[in-house]
């Protein structure tokens, strides 16, 4: 990078940041889409920011001996006690690295997703989304795709992945939450 | 004398000849001289007795003339005349009795002196009748006896019968040294016989011992000759040809001459290119230690720019550690604009308006994420361009380690290479003197072989005078063959 290219670049924050404070107030989140790029196993995906309640990074988890091997522990989150469970896991292709990146779901029980990588904050307009027609839950955790620069990523349902777990765990499935 | 030289049978021959002439001349002397005493003797009693004879005839008649003379005059002086004839004739008696040997003659001679000493003394009373008598008719008188004419036929008759048998023995004498001269000469010519029956013998035996001896001798030395002008026509023509080998050897040693100087030539170029190259060799011995000096002091730069390398290196670790502090102040910041977003989407109006500067400090974090992770990038680029040069400049220590080793092995070996030149330089020294000295006796075989070739054209030139002289030997061998008689052989 040459010292003109930071020139240009600086400039251009510069203008960023100010163009910022003379923008008007934005429209309500109901036609944009606030979504989290990131990684699990080495695949992308996203997920709705709508249904996190929070994002952490590099959480000591507390691993609970047990049969799932999705569940890597629990760990502490603002009092409460979070089971976590690998999101790659889930999604049926597990890597022995050890995800750094949690993700905590909205609704109850608690649950807490461990990914890999988060590659990015995006807000795209919901018309974008490739949503599925009848909008009934299936047995997968994903619904529907989003495409994003580097290409188009399937979204993570995060109230399906709490009725997989429940599966897993031997709970009765369903689903409390507004998709 | 089969034995003897034909000089002895020569010298033998001659004094044998040389003695029989000495006899025969000793025996003419010796004849001659009896022949001469002889004749002298007759000669003598010839001359002496015979002439004294006759005197004795002469003076008696003088002393008859004078006595008469002295009858007729009765002068004194005829007396003394007289007196003085009759002791002359008496000396001649007594001169005659030592001469006459015969003696018969000596008593004819005693005979004569008897007559006349018997006619003396019938003389003087004659005498002294004279002086008494003055008258010459008295003479008569004188003689009146008559004695004294007798007496005086008397010794007129001895003297000559003296004087007969006198010229009878100077006769006698005469026939017998005729008859001695006679002898003599018989002798020498019998002895002259003898000497020429002597020489011719001497004469036929040396001519037998030359032809036989001589002539053989020349006969061998003819042959002799001819083997001998044989050898040096061979000789000559050996001589020939080594004068034609030696000028061959000559011509060729010439160029062998040539060659070697041309050889020291080449030597001395060889030793002069040689001390040029040692002289080389030195000025790149100090070349070498100057090449020397500036590959320590590259060594010496590449270490420091190693260190300085390394140092960057840390210094890059530590912005890079700085890089990761701001990476990480970003991904905090931007975890917390997340956690704001979602808070603030549930917290109506205010959570929007909340949300939109959440919004932005994300937007921020993400910018500083991104400019970190290029800082990191470029850090990263500047540790791997650390350490590539790090790695590239130990390399080029190492080369230049490996190339100062292989340096000091090729100046280890520029400095053999040195002492061989030096060594190569005493070589060609010593080939050159070497080569000098090979010339210099190669000029002085060729000045023996010229002599060599000279004496041996000399040699061929006596070879043919010797031929000739032998040619010239050989006929003289048949020319004296001739002369000896034995003839050509």
Known sequence: MSPAEVTDSLATLRADFDRSFAEPARQHDAEYAELLAIRAGGRPYALRLSQASGVHSDRPVTPLPGPQAALLGVAGFSGSIVPVYDLAALLGHPVPDRPRWLVLATGTPPLALAFHDLDGHVRVPTSIIVGETDGSSGPGVLRGMVPLPGGTRPIVDLPSARAVVHQLTGHITYNTEER | MAKRTFGSKLWFGFGLTVALTLVMGAASVIALSVVVDAKDDTIREAVEDLVSAEHLTTKAESRISDYRAFILSGKQEYLDLTNNDREQFLALVVRLRGTLTNPGSLALLEAVSAAEAKHAAALVPVIEARKTITDLRNTSQLNSTGVVGPLRKAMQEAIAALTAKVRADVEAARRDSSARATQAIVLIVILGLAAMACGSYIAWRLNRDLRREVGAAVGHIQSSSAQLEAAAAQQASGGRDQ????????????????????????????????????????????????????????????????????????????????????????????????????????????????????????????????????????????????????????????????????????????????????????????IELSTKQQTTAVEQVNVAASDTARVTRETEASAVQTKQTAAHLSSLSGDLLDLVGTGRR
């Open chain 2, 243 to 430: 004068a034609s080998a030696m000028s061959e050897i000559t011509t060729t040693i010439s160029e062998l001459l040539i060659t070697s100087r041309q050889i020291a030539d080449s030597a001395q170029r060889v030793s002069k290119i040689a001390e040029d190259t040692a002289d080389a060799a030195q000025t790149g011995d100090t070349t070498i230690d100057q090449t020397k000096a500036s590959i320590a002091a590259i060594r010496s730069q590449v270490d420091q720019i190693v260190q300085h390398m390394l140092a960057l290196g840390e210094k890059s670790q530590q912005i890079g550690g700085v890089v990761d502090l701001v990476s990480e102040l970003a991904e905090q910041t931007n975890i917390l604009a997340i956690n704001a977003t979602i808070e603030a989407s549930g917290a109506g109006e205010w959570g929007r308006r909340f949300a939109v500067v959440a919004e932005e400090i994300r937007k921020l974090a993400d910018r500083t994420a991104g400019s970190a992770k290029e800082i990191r990038t470029l850090i990263d680029d500047v540790r791997g361009a650390v350490n590539t040069t790090v790695m590239a400049t130990e390399i080029g220590a190492k080369s230049v380690d490996a190339g100062s080793r292989q340096f000091d092995d090729a100046t280890s070996s520029f400095r053999r290479i040195a002492q061989l030149v030096a060594t190569t330089n005493d070589a060609t020294r010593e």
